[in-house]
């Protein structure tokens, strides 16, 4: 990547964690014309090497974080546990259905790959948030049905706010956010209840702490600060690395 930190504001609509040119509504009304308009083939969401996918997964975070975290897996129903872990961090490629319900983000872009490490607190109160959007996707609901089905689980708190401590990491030089940005930037990723950017002093000059858009519009409790860092999860510098 030939950016620096400092001069690269774009942000992702993840993942875990974004993505460009989606759904108004429901994918059926929208323009057939349109990038990604609905949902592609299953098999194209899917990863048939399961050790490559397990291998990628573990990108997301530096092997000595990584290497004893459980690894989870997309199969066609939603994710599965490849490897049990030990140390309490889940890794996983989060697909493009986690971007915002709302905009032009390429909601269902097939090529979207986010390998994404939770840290246990995040693990317990995010995640799950990841794993229900997956699972709904795959049963083939439309963008809309998603959101409602989300909010009517937030209600009965089947999805609760994040819990304290929560954070998860995103290093990985193969990721690729969305067609815009690519694999973007190495960040890590800090989650809490629904809070004002200016509670982080996020997204104001100088400042190197951003809003993730992931949840704009969505019902999720969860309000995301990123931060970007120098280095990939390999410790190569991000500057060395072509994108």
């Given at each position: 990547m030939n950016q620096k930190l400092s001069a690269n504001r774009a942000k992702p609509a993840l993942i875990f964690l974004a993505a460009a040119?989606?759904?108004?509504?429901?994918?059926?009304?929208?323009?057939?014309?349109?990038?990604?308009?609905?949902?592609?083939?299953?098999?194209?969401?899917?990863?048939?090497?399961?050790?490559?996918?397990?291998?990628?997964?573990?990108?997301?975070?530096?092997?000595?974080?990584?290497?004893?975290?459980t690894i989870l897996i997309l199969g066609r129903h939603g994710y599965e546990t490849a490897v049990q872990g030990k140390n309490g961090f889940v890794c996983l490629v989060e697909r493009a259905w986690n971007g915002p319900f709302e905009g032009d983000d390429?909601?269902?872009?097939?090529?979207?790959?986010?390998?994404?490490?939770?840290?246990?607190?995040?693990?317990?109160?995010?995640?799950?948030?990841?794993?229900?959007?997956?699972?709904?996707?795959l049963a083939g609901e439309s963008k809309e049905k998603m959101r409602e089905s989300i909010k009517a689980a937030?209600?009965?708190?089947?999805?609760?706010?994040?819990?304290?401590?929560?954070?998860?990491?995103?290093?990985?030089?193969?990721?690729?956010?969305?067609?815009?940005?690519?694999?973007?930037?190495?960040?890590?990723?800090f989650f809490v209840p629904v809070k004002d950017a200016n509670t982080w002093g996020a997204d104001v000059p100088g400042s190197p702490v951003m809003v993730n858009p992931h949840f704009n519009g969505a019902p999720e409790p969860v309000t995301e600060f990123m931060v970007p860092v120098s280095k990939w999860s390999d410790g190569t510098p991000v500057e060395k690395h072509g994108g």
């Open positions: 040119a989606t759904l108004a509504g429901a994918a059926q009304a929208q323009d057939s014309t349109a990038p990604y308009a609905r949902m592609a083939p299953l098999d194209e969401y899917l990863i048939p090497d399961r050790n490559a996918e397990i291998a990628l997964a573990r990108t997301a975070a530096p092997s000595s974080v990584s290497n004893d975290a390429g909601f269902w872009n097939p090529k979207n790959r986010g390998p994404d490490c939770y840290n246990a607190a995040a693990a317990r109160t995010v995640l799950p948030i990841i794993l229900m959007r997956a699972k709904l996707a937030v209600e009965k708190k089947e999805l609760l706010p994040p819990e304290p401590g929560g954070m998860a990491y995103m290093l990985s030089k193969q990721q690729h956010l969305n067609d815009a940005a690519g694999h973007w930037l190495p960040h890590l990723m």
